[in-house]
């Protein structure tokens, strides 16, 4: 459905704002405002409403009464699905995502535009710094991306290794490079951005860091951080990942080992302790996947034996020990000085 007030045709900006919605009406009035409220408007606003329950789509369309945007409705198909299908939707040559819970300050279009390159023929995306938030909006830090891992990305086996750090609310992305690579992989609920980000670097498309804060990155309770699709898009991810990179004795590039153990098998481990102490209802999926895990990481020459003795440990503890026992061992960890649990567990 587009709303009667939608605007088209190609602007000053030359940018498109492409926001996934879902069940979003508490928030999405701030996103918008933050759009329209631009120093360097956005040629078109497209809102894809993935699926939310018919009183929180009908907001929308107040909203559509009060700024020209375009509502495209879609079947519930998770963010990267809508923000596929808003891209599809539009035409502008830059893409500019927003989830509908942060929101922009008000130059960041004409930030992240001004710091596209004019002679990059390869131009792939350029991301900037974000204020971490609480749901309010009320800021916990004045940045946060350059704290972490190195920018702009220059070396695959770091963006293996770590989280990127890359944040479509903080970016601006080509659309010529975004086609060229699919879009966002619709399998993924979560880590669909880093898997993003990583195909375009791996296609040859540049990347570009502004060290300046664009966006207000809002984190609650009800993000999808906190949700068990998160957990089973990691183990998702995890799994891609070990797919695309298998190891090269030849050049001494053991991946799994290297890069992918060191950032993700914690968390496994972590998703069972956690579910256990919260008497969580998906404990059996969570110890599923680190047995799954467990598997695919004895199975790698390349491990070291003493590593995979302890991950036997951790797996056979969990499979086999009462939960007293468990919420123990969790609790052990948060302790200084217990060295042991702590190795045991990490």
């Known amino acids: 459905m587009q709303s009667p007030s939608a605007s088209h045709g190609a602007g000053p900006s030359g940018v498109v704002v492409v926001i996934?919605?879902?069940n979003g009406a508490k928030f999405i009035e701030r996103s918008l405002a933050s759009v329209f409220d631009q120093t360097l408007p956005a040629d078109e606003v497209v809102v894809v409403n993935d699926g939310s329950r018919p009183e929180e789509r009908a907001f929308l369309d107040q909203m559509a009464a009060r700024w020209p945007?375009?509502?495209?409705?879609?079947?519930?198909?998770?963010?990267?699905?809508a923000r596929n299908t808003g891209v599809r939707e539009s035409s502008a040559p830059y893409i500019s995502f927003l989830d509908q819970d942060d929101f922009y300050l008000p130059t960041h279009i004409r930030d992240l535009r001004a710091a596209v390159p004019e002679d990059d023929p390869c131009f792939g995306f350029v991301y900037a710094d974000l204020?971490?938030?609480?749901?309010?909006?009320?800021?916990?830090?004045?940045?946060?991306?350059?704290?972490?891992?190195?920018?702009?990305?220059?070396?695959?086996?770091?963006?293996?290794r770590d989280d990127l750090f890359i944040l479509p609310s903080a970016s601006?992305?080509?659309?010529?490079?975004?086609?060229?690579?699919?879009?966002f992989d619709t399998q993924f609920m979560g880590y669909e951005d880093d898997d993003l980000f990583l195909r375009l670097?791996?296609?040859?498309?540049t990347n570009h860091y502004l060290d300046k804060v664009v966006t207000v990155w809002c984190i609650h309770t009800g993000s999808t951080s906190f949700d068990i699709r998160m957990v089973r898009s990691r183990f998702k991810y995890f799994k891609k990942l070990v797919a695309d990179f298998p190891d090269q004795p030849r050049f001494r590039r053991f991946f799994l080992r290297d890069c992918f153990i060191p950032r993700f098998g914690r968390y496994f481990i972590d998703h069972v302790i956690e579910a256990v102490k919260a008497d969580?209802?998906?404990?059996?999926?969570?110890?599923a996947i680190l047995a799954e895990y467990a598997a695919i990481v004895l199975a790698n020459?390349?491990?070291?034996?003493k590593h995979k003795l302890k991950l036997r440990a951790i797996v056979f503890m969990v499979e086999h020990s009462p939960p007293w026992l468990i919420r123990a061992i969790g609790s052990l960890t948060r302790l200084p000085g217990v060295r042991w649990a702590r190795s045991l567990l990490g």
């Open 280 to 287: 969580d209802a998906n404990r059996a999926e969570m110890s």
């Open 172 to 183: 601006l992305i080509g659309r010529r490079a975004f086609e060229a690579v699919g879009g």
């Open 201 to 205: 670097f791996r296609r040859g498309f």
């Open 301 to 305: 020459p390349a491990v070291g034996r």
């Open 69 to 81: 945007i375009r509502i495209v409705d879609q079947a519930n198909g998770g963010q990267g699905s």
């Open 131 to 160: 204020a971490e938030a609480e749901g309010d909006g009320s800021i916990v830090r004045w940045g946060m991306v350059k704290e972490h891992t190195e920018h702009p990305k220059r070396n695959l086996h770091r963006m293996l």
């Open 20 to 22: 996934p919605y879902y």
